[in-house]
């Protein structure tokens, strides 16, 4: 038999019209749930907003600030807290991974001060984080720039050609003057002796130094005050490090 096009047959027998709201008993399974009722649309264009229900989701926050209570270590201010912080310390350098983070300065900022003297973990940590320096900038909310990053330093591998007078001279004694010239910067690596010819052989000596501290420049005047010794410095090679 065959239904009319404008009718549905409900729960009952009961026909609904299509123009007809459909009604909760005409869904015996949603009847099942007796609070549930159909949320109702807010007119576009109003306005304003719908005060959320308690317990209702909110995805405007993506996770939870860090802070040292929600780290589990309660309050930084007592000696439970500092206790809590203490063990945790026994092995680690740091709150999270092997290098400071953003952890670690929420858990300083909320202690008080330097842990006593029998929490050695928590105080070596705490030393340690008081040790960088700390800034804060704005950007947008207060934002905490965390540790300064280390400046790179250039460095060279030169290596260098000293030159003795003669066959004569005593060229362990020459490369031991060489390497008494010490200075920041400047570390000297492996050496030998090269054949020049006529019997004589010139000590051929490698150097790492800081560019900032060190010049070639200043290891030929240095190099070449030995003049018992050293008739001439030249630079063999010279490449950045």
């Known amino acids: 038999m065959a239904v009319p096009a404008d009718s549905v047959t409900g729960a009952g027998g009961r026909k609904a019209r299509r123009d007809e709201k459909p009604r909760l008993d005409n ?15 807010e007119p576009r264009g109003s306005g304003e907003r719908r005060p959320r229900a308690p317990g209702a989701l909110s995805l405007r926050r993506c996770g939870p600030p860090v802070t040292a209570d929600a780290m589990g270590f309660g309050d930084l ?19 999270e991974g092997y290098v400071p983070s ?8 909320a ?32 934002f905490l720039t965390l540790f300064p990053e280390p400046a790179v330093v250039a460095k060279s591998s030169i290596l260098l050609d000293v030159k003795p007078w003669d066959d004569e001279t005593d060229m362990a004694k020459l490369e031991e003057c060489v390497r008494s010239i ?19 052989k010139k ?26 010794y050293v008739q001439s410095m030249d630079v063999a090679a010279f490449n950045k490090i």
């Open 102 to 109: 953003q952890a670690d300065v929420a858990v300083f900022e």
């Open 27 to 41: 869904f015996p399974s949603l009847a099942l749930f007796g609070n549930f009722r159909q949320p109702e649309r």
């Open 111 to 142: 202690v008080s001060g330097p842990p006593p003297a029998d929490l050695f973990h928590a105080l070596r940590w705490y030393n340690h984080i008081k040790s960088y320096e700390k800034e804060k900038a704005s950007k947008g909310n207060a």
């Open 182 to 200: 010490q200075a920041d910067g400047l570390v000297w690596g492996s050496s030998k002796l090269v054949p020049v010819g006529y019997g004589i």
């Open 77 to 95: 201010r007592t000696p439970a807290g500092l206790q809590v912080l203490n063990d945790y310390l026994a092995d680690k350098s740091y709150i």
């Open 203 to 228: 000590l051929q000596i490698q150097c790492v130094v800081e560019d900032d501290k060190v010049g070639t420049d200043m290891l030929e005047e240095q190099i070449t005050a030995f003049e018992d």
